[in-house]
């Protein structure tokens, strides 16, 4: 494999001896960039960052021209994250929380995040390519303890593809004047993907015996990696993989660029501006003018009474 020492990428890969598909995801200043936007608690800042890496895990399985988007909705101290990734790999990622719930939570109690911050709730996953075109939408069951663990469950119950995942979230430490620590996070992803026309597609697989064993090494391979081996910044991705899978082979393919890189614009909320009823506008002001603040990125948008009189006027 090419040597590649960069992060902010997705590197897909292949295990030589059985045939089965992989993605490994490292994020260092995208992942550090969308979570020092916000002044996240470090739980949810840490479970964005997962959500972040496993919606670019997800859209690096798929061909489309458009938008992945993963978003979890649930009852509990975080009520909604949302993470998405354009095929042009640019990423962008929020959450909405209650901080009195949050501060509530027992710091000492050993619970999963998903239960302990999520709740009960649900998983989506919706691709969306645009105008003339049917969006695809998943959904499960916020039914595990992590959001890889309800990923794959997904997997199993809806696409009937067996799937091992991995994700990590890490964090330096703080510099001599005290700043935080930049915010790291990576996963791997293992796919077996059924075979066209119900025939094995490699030689050494054939043998459905074989099929299974070479399955349950690599999740075996998958679960020996740490979350140090996987956020570490020393670590080269190509190295890593090599480390874990070099026994029976393994190929990577070119990486793909990820950025942190938000969509809105001042034209993209004067749309939306343009979408309300023109006698609400109005009611929005505050200090005689309507603010509007992007979720994903915290950026303000601004507008005076005269320029939305000039927006309907325009329209």
């Known amino acids: 494999m090419p040597r590649l020492t960069m992060d902010d990428l997705i590197l897909p890969f292949q295990i030589e ?4 598909r992989g993605r490994l995801v490292r994020f260092n200043s995208a992942v550090d960039k969308i979570i020092t936007q916000h002044g996240y608690p470090d739980a949810v800042a840490s479970l964005l960052c997962e959500a972040v890496t ?3 895990l997800l859209a690096g399985a798929l061909k489309y021209d458009g938008v992945f988007t993963l978003q979890t909705k649930g009852d509990g101290p975080v009520r909604l994250v949302v993470a998405d990734v354009t095929s042009a790999g ?3 990622g929020y959450a909405q929380y209650d901080a009195e719930a949050l501060a ?13 911050l999520l709740g009960s709730g649900y998983l989506a996953f919706t691709v ?32 009937q593809i067996a799937t091992g995942l991995k994700l990590a979230v890490a964090r330096g430490e703080p510099d001599a004047d005290g700043k935080p620590g930049r ?3 990576a996963g791997l992803m293992l796919q077996r993907l059924p075979a066209e026309g ?20 690599a999740l075996s391979f998958l679960g020996s990696c740490t979350s140090a081996e996987l956020t570490d910044p020393n670590l080269p991705a190509e190295d890593l993989l090599y480390r874990l899978f070099h026994e029976d082979g393994v190929r990577g393919w070119p990486a793909e660029r990820l950025q942190a890189l938000c969509r809105c614009s001042r034209e993209r909320i004067s749309r939306v501006l343009r979408s309300l009823p023109r006698d609400e506008m109005a009611g929005l002001e505050v200090d005689g003018k309507v603010t509007v603040d992007c979720e994903f990125c ?6 005076t009474p005269a320029q939305i009189e000039a927006l309907f006027d325009a329209a």
């Open 198 to 217: 119900g025939e094995a597609e490699h030689p050494v697989v054939a043998n459905q015996e074989a099929a299974d064993e070479g399955w349950n090494r």
């Open 104 to 116: 509530a939570l027992d710091a000492a109690a050993d619970t999963p995040p998903v239960p302990r």
């Open 128 to 159: 969306d390519q645009g105008v003339n075109t049917d969006r695809y939408q998943g959904i499960v069951a916020l039914d595990g303890g992590t959001l890889a663990e309800c990923a794959a469950h997904y997997f199993a119950q809806s696409e």
């Open 298 to 303: 915290s950026t303000k948008y601004e507008f």
């Open 17 to 20: 001896a059985t045939a089965l």
């Open 54 to 56: 496993l919606a670019a």
């Open 90 to 92: 640019a990423v962008r």
């Open 183 to 185: 915010w790291r996070a």
